[in-house]
Structure formats: structure tokens, C-alpha cells
């Protein structure tokens, strides 16, 4: 199957319902395409995917331009895709919502761009306007009174003006996170080469005591020495004293990522910080503190000094689609 497919499967898969029951009804697909008939793609009122035919038309280039892509959805039957070959029309990135209710996708194997697997956690501190609201408060910086971010078609967008400083960001309402694995659910998009705009997902007590994923285009001799190809940016994984560290790897842009800190314990009570883009390591630092260290959690996009040589030209953005925290 292409691996282009913008389809629901990966969002249905860590969008399972808390009810999941047993089911026998199943659509096989044929290789046609049907239009989905009911519901209005509401979080009240999902649309209905009754049979595989209507689980195609995700895909479609019509699907997209109806706005079919930042809906709500639920399964009503099982979906089998026959093993069918696929060949996508949309190319836009799924940002919508599909509860399984249930029933199961197989025989199939897609993936939503830049998404190589689908994640297995809960994004319980931000997955809906409501969740955002009560788990998250301002922690901008240069905006001059300027709200950069909105909740809008099941993300947070954050976003920044041409030619200009500007730093906003959220934070967790309390800063009492230790161990536990981290998780950011994160679109990243297509940026001006050598600006200075940066992507955050980051945890932070005090200057002396961060760890962060900052990702954008890098300056123009980081580029040269990492060799980051013209539709790559650069992740770098920092942390920024206790020891300072930091790593630099380009990472493919217009893709969703599953960004994720493990923080353990070690044997002399220090935090072991792993790394992990889409569920592989990357890196891993043992810091010098432990749990008297409380983070709070942040989501940015911010014009930073060492991520590029200019101020952009153009408005940026970024979206975050969940965020989530299983301490342990």
C-alpha cells in the first residue's frame, strides 16, 4: 500500500474507544470508493464509516476539499481491505479523529504521512479543547499581548509573524512532573531555510534544568555539517546544564512525529533521560539531579538565536495534537 495514504487507520488505531465491545460485522473491501452518507463529522456527531468502500474515500482528493480530513468519525462495522493495493489522491495530513467503537481495520497496511507507526499512548493532559484548557496557561514571551496559538480542527496551532522575535508557548498549569515517559504528538511542517524559528516540546524547572526537542531548519553551516538534505530540518535534543548535551539529527519535514522523554530513576537517585522519535531511541543522557527537580511541560514555537541566521519572511506554524505523561 502507498505510504503516502492519508487515511484514518493510524489515528483509529491510538483513538480507541473506552468501550470496546465484540463485534462480527464486516465490510470487505472491493477496491471502490463510496461517499460517507451519515453524520455531520461532528465530536457529537461523528460521521458513520459503515463499509470499506466509505473508509477509502478518506483518501480521496474530494474527501480533503470537503474538509472530511479535520472531522470526527466512527466505525459501525469491521473494515477489511482485502490486501487490495491502494492508490492515494489526498495528500494533506489526517487530522481528524476516528473511534474504533469496537471494531477493527486489517488486511491493510497504511500509514498517514511521515508517520511510520502508530503510538500506543493517551494523550491525557491535551487531546481536546477542554483538556487544553484545564491542563495548560500562557508562557509566551514577545508576543506584546499577541495570542499566537489556537485550538482548531482537533490541534493546538501555534504560529509566529514575518520578520519578527516572537516566542509563544504553553505550559502545564502545575510543574510537578519527575519520572515518567513523555509524549508529543507533533505535525512539522515545511520552514524557511536558516530562519530562526523553532519547534519546542520541552520540559523545564529553571535555566539550569531543562531538556528539550528543538526542531527547525538550523543555520546554514549546522545544515552543511549534518548534511541535511533540502527537505529536512534538524532536531536537536538538549540538555541544557546538569550535564549540558546535545545531539543533532535531520529528521524529514510535512510529517507528524511522536515525540518522547523517558526519565527513570537510577541507582543513585539520578534521572536516566532516553530520547525516542516514533517509539526508537535517539539519545540518552543521565542527568545530575533526580526527582527534587519537578518539570512543568511546554509546547512552543519560538525564534531562537542558534536555530537559524535570519528572522523569517513569512508566517510559520506548528501543530500539536496530543500530549501526554504515564508517570511511573
Not at 460517507?36 to 474530494?62: M, N, V
Not at 505535525?187 to 539550569?208: C, N, R, T, W
Amino acid at each position: 500500500m502507498n505510504k503516502n495514504l492519508i487515511i484514518a487507520l493510524v489515528i483509529l488505531i491510538f483513538c480507541f474507544s473506552d468501550y470496546l465491545s465484540s463485534q462480527s460485522q464486516t465490510s470487505v473491501w472491493n477496491g471502490q470508493i463510496s461517499p460517507i452518507e451519515k453524520g455531520s463529522g461532528t465530536e457529537s456527531d461523528p460521521y458513520w464509516i459503515e463499509t470499506a468502500e466509505q473508509f477509502a474515500y478518506l483518501s480521496t482528493e474530494d474527501a480533503k476539499n470537503k474538509g472530511f480530513l479535520s472531522a470526527y468519525f466512527k466505525l459501525v462495522s469491521n473494515i477489511d481491505l482485502n490486501n487490495l493495493p491502494w492508490t492515494p489522491f489526498g495528500t494533506a495530513a489526517f487530522t481528524g479523529v476516528v473511534h474504533s467503537n469496537g471494531y477493527v481495520v486489517k488486511n491493510g497496511e497504511v500509514n498517514i504521512i511521515g508517520t511510520p507507526d502508530p503510538a500506543d499512548w493517551d494523550g491525557n493532559l491535551g487531546y481536546d479543547f477542554a483538556s487544553w484548557k484545564r491542563n495548560w496557561t500562557d508562557a509566551s514571551q514577545a508576543t506584546h499581548g499577541k495570542t499566537l496559538y489556537e485550538f482548531r480542527d482537533g490541534n493546538i496551532r501555534f504560529w509566529t509573524e514575518a520578520g519578527t522575535g516572537q516566542r509563544p508557548k504553553l505550559k502545564t498549569v502545575t510543574q510537578r512532573y519527575k519520572t515518567g515517559v513523555y509524549n508529543w504528538r507533533v505535525y512539522i511542517p515545511q520552514m524557511e531555510m536558516h530562519k530562526k524559528v523553532s519547534i519546542g516540546a520541552f520540559l523545564y524547572y529553571d535555566d539550569y534544568h531543562e531538556v528539550d526537542f528543538e526542531i527547525g531548519q538550523g543555520k546554514a553551516d549546522v545544515r552543511s555539517e549534518y548534511h541535511a538534505k533540502a527537505d529536512e530540518v534538524l532536531m536537536y535534543l538538549t540538555s541544557q546544564g546538569n550535564p549540558w548535551h546535545q545531539s543533532i539529527h535531520p529528521i524529514k519535514s510535512e510529517r507528524w512525529y511522536d515525540l518522547s522523554m523517558s526519565i527513570s530513576e537510577t541507582e543513585d537517585q539520578q534521572y536516566l533521560l532516553v530520547w525516542l522519535l516514533d517509539g526508537k531511541e535517539i539519545d540518552r543522557v543521565k542527568l545530575e539531579y533526580g526527582k527534587e527537580i519537578p518539570f512543568g511541560i511546554y509546547c512552543s514555537l519560538e525564534n531562537l538565536e542558534f536555530m537559524g541566521d535570519d528572522y523569517s519572511s513569512r508566517e510559520h506554524y506548528v501543530l500539536f495534537n496530543k500530549v501526554g505523561f504515564t508517570p511511573r
